[in-house]
T-cell receptor
């Protein structure tokens, strides 16, 4: 149990276009989902925390108008990178905490590698 | 100063060796400590978690926390090639916000 999926696993897009990444908890209801980005040989950087039915909380320095997060249901959160630029190329990972679980029990998705050309 | 410091390695050991991975931190309020394993191009997988100080053992893995020194360790006994991955430490004070180390790349050579 506690499986988190992400789609797509890999995407290439042209500069100026938008890309949507989906994060799904497959076998549990996730009260909270987190979105991270990870550059090569660097740590996971938290971008935002998303609670079902409410607005996401963004970390300092993360542009909320550029990285749109929607958490419409207890099993789905989406991250849309709008007007993507090459510097947005990164590995994006979501995680989810199971409803009722202790919050440090984060279950991570497999990640989405975004390349902006 | 970074909240969490972790030597990125790479670390290379022969199969069967004992591996020691470490992180130091600066925030004395941290009380939840976690170790994650991340295979290439995959999301992190929770290996161990510890609350406050002390040791925790799970199979070949032992996690240690020394809050007085702000130092945590993960030991892997009888290391296997399948243990080859990047190991990330993470910590939190409230369980709401997590701070990750940069990860240590480990290769276990058959």
């Amino acid at each position: 149990g506690a499986v988190v999926s992400q789609h797509p696993s890999w995407v290439i897009c042209k500069s100026g276009t938008s890309v949507k990444i989906e994060c799904r908890s497959l076998d549990f209801q996730a009260t909270t989902m987190f979105w991270y980005r990870q550059f090569p040989k660097q740590s996971l950087m938290l971008m935002a925390t998303s609670n079902e039915g409410s607005k996401a909380t963004y970390e300092q320095g993360v542009e909320k108008d550029k990285f749109l997060i929607n958490h419409a249901s207890l099993t789905l959160s989406t991250l849309t990178v709008t007007s993507a630029h090459p510097e947005d190329s990164s590995f994006y990972i979501c995680s989810a905490t199971r409803q009722g679980a202790i919050r440090y029990e984060q279950y991570f998705g497999p990640g989405t590698r975004l390349t902006v050309t | 100063q970074k909240e969490v410091e972790q030597d990125p390695g790479p670390l290379s050991v022969p199969e069967g060796a004992i591996v020691s991975l470490n992180c130091t931190y600066s925030n004395s309020a941290f009380q939840y400590f976690m170790w994650y394993r991340q295979y290439s191009r995959k999301g992190p997988e929770l290996l161990m978690y510890t609350y406050s100080s002390g040791n925790k053992e799970d199979g070949r893995f032992t996690a240690q926390v020394d809050k007085s020194s702000k130092y945590i360790s993960l030991f892997i006994r009888d290391s296997q090639p399948s243990d080859s991955a990047t190991y990330l430490c993470a910590m939190s004070s409230t369980g709401n916000q997590f701070y990750f180390g940069t990860g240590t790349s480990l290769t276990v050579i058959p």
